[in-house]
């Protein structure tokens, strides 16, 4: 447990708050300011800054989680859809640096936007970068 993390704190119950689910290495919660009605957040007890800290075990563990609660939002909340977002580095809108997945339920009308600009690389440019990442 890192003594100034928010997210320590929250998935260790040193700061009480809303659970939907809990076991002995998770704690999902609501987030604070939400997306959608049902926007949770999956927190790992142990702390990792990011996906680049995260234990192999506990990244796995955490999808598995994503999948059963994504399939109780559907049920139970009537979502039409399902964005799972893991947010790494300032850069990529990381705001709180305590590795976490968010479940955000989608519905028809929710005027949200979640996504990015589609580019339009050349086929050379697609090639020389699965090169550089397949190497
Ligand atoms: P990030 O931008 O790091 O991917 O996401 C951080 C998320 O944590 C944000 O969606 C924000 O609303 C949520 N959040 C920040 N502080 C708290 C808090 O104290 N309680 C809860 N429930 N959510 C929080
Ligand atoms: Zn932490």
């Known amino acids: 447990m890192k003594d100034d993390c928010i ?3 929250l998935a260790n119950g040193i700061i009480p708050t809303n659970s939907l689910y809990e076991d002995e290495k998770f704690k999902v919660i609501l987030d604070a300011n939400p997306a959608t009605k ?15 800290d995260l234990p192999d075990d506990t990244a796995a563990e ?6 059963k609660l994504s399939a109780k939002m559907r049920d139970r909340l009537h979502a039409d ?3 799972i977002v893991q947010n790494n580095g300032e850069v990529a809108g990381q705001t709180v640096f ?7 339920p989608r519905y028809a ?3 949200q936007v979640i996504g990015w600009k589609p580019g339009k690389p050349s086929a050379e440019e697609l090639q020389k970068t699965a090169a550089l990442l397949s190497e």
Do not use: Q, R, S, T
């Open 7 to 9: 997210f320590c704190k």
């Open 38 to 52: 049902g926007h949770a957040l999956i927190l790992p007890k142990e702390h990792a800054d990011n996906i680049y």
């Open 62 to 67: 955490a999808f598995v989680l994503a999948k």
């Open 81 to 83: 859809g399902f964005n």
């Open 98 to 104: 305590h590795f976490h997945l968010h479940l955000i």
């Open 109 to 111: 009308d929710d005027g």
